[in-house]
């Protein structure tokens, strides 16, 4: 079975432009969730979606949205881009909760360079 | 709100050498625990979890962690270092509750010298 995948791999933007990152999680897995690793750092949560609705959001602005289709892929967006938004963005799925015994699978992640 | 310390920025073993990467965790009550690992450039890899049950716990490419309740930590070890062990490792906790996020640790970046 295929682990999680994202799209794209590595992407330019310059400042102010919009970008889409894509997910596609583990094959019955219902619960997407993103993360941004800034360099250096360990990752930081931004959202998580379970069967289609969000479910949580971690402190960024507005600016970041995102969506979880009938087929449980997710999107992120991010609009106005700033050069503090280069990072990695990392997806992850779980089959379900972590308090009903699932375990969160991660994806090798998305850099995004804002220039 | 929960949060992770990993006080070493950077470690240098011997190949060879057992290893040890602390992890402190400040959290209400015991969370679930986990380490994940990272290579240059890729996403993360779960080594190992705890979630109940025995405080020992073993997982992948032979690491193991305990989780000590009284000291709020979840060290990794190794026995023996291999060169293919340098890498970035991530102690995370998630929540009992609520949200299924995890909170992370800065890392700890692993050398392994010849």
């Known amino acids: 079975d295929a682990g999680v995948t994202q799209s794209p791999t590595h992407l330019i933007k310059t400042r102010g432009q919009h970008v889409t990152l894509r997910c596609s999680p583990i094959?019955?897995?219902?619960?997407v969730s993103w993360y941004q690793q800034v360099l250096g750092q360990g990752p930081q949560f931004i959202f998580q979606?379970?069967?289609?609705?969000?479910?949580g959001r971690g402190n960024f602005p507005d600016r970041f949205s995102a969506r979880q289709f009938p087929n449980y892929s997710s999107e992120l967006n991010v609009n106005a881009l700033l050069l503090g938004d280069s990072a990695l963005y990392l997806c992850?799925?779980?089959?379900?909760?972590?308090?009903?015994?699932?375990?969160?699978?991660f994806g090798e992640g998305s850099w995004l360079t804002v220039v | 709100a929960q949060s992770v310390t990993q006080p070493d920025i950077h470690i240098t073993v011997s190949e060879g050498a057992s290893l040890e990467l602390r992890c402190n965790y400040s959290?209400?009550?015991?969370?679930?625990l986990f380490w994940y690992v990272q290579s240059p450039g890729q996403g993360l890899q779960l080594l190992l979890k705890?979630?109940?049950?025995?405080?020992l716990v073993q997982g992948i490419k032979g690491f193991e962690a305990e989780f000590k309740r009284s000291q709020s930590s979840f060290n990794l070890r190794k026995p023996s270092v291999h060169w293919s062990d340098a890498a970035e490792y991530f102690c995370?906790?998630?929540?009992?509750?609520?949200?299924?996020?995890?909170?992370f640790g800065k890392g700890t970046m692993l050398l392994v010298s010849p």
């Open positions: 995370a906790v998630g929540a009992r509750s609520g949200y299924s996020t995890l909170t």
């Open positions: 992850a799925s779980s089959g379900g909760l972590l308090n009903s015994g699932n375990t969160i699978y």
């Open positions: 094959s019955g897995h219902k619960s």
């Open positions: 959290y209400g009550a015991t969370p679930y």
């Open positions: 979606y379970y069967e289609k609705e969000e479910r």
């Open positions: 705890y979630f109940s049950g025995d405080t």
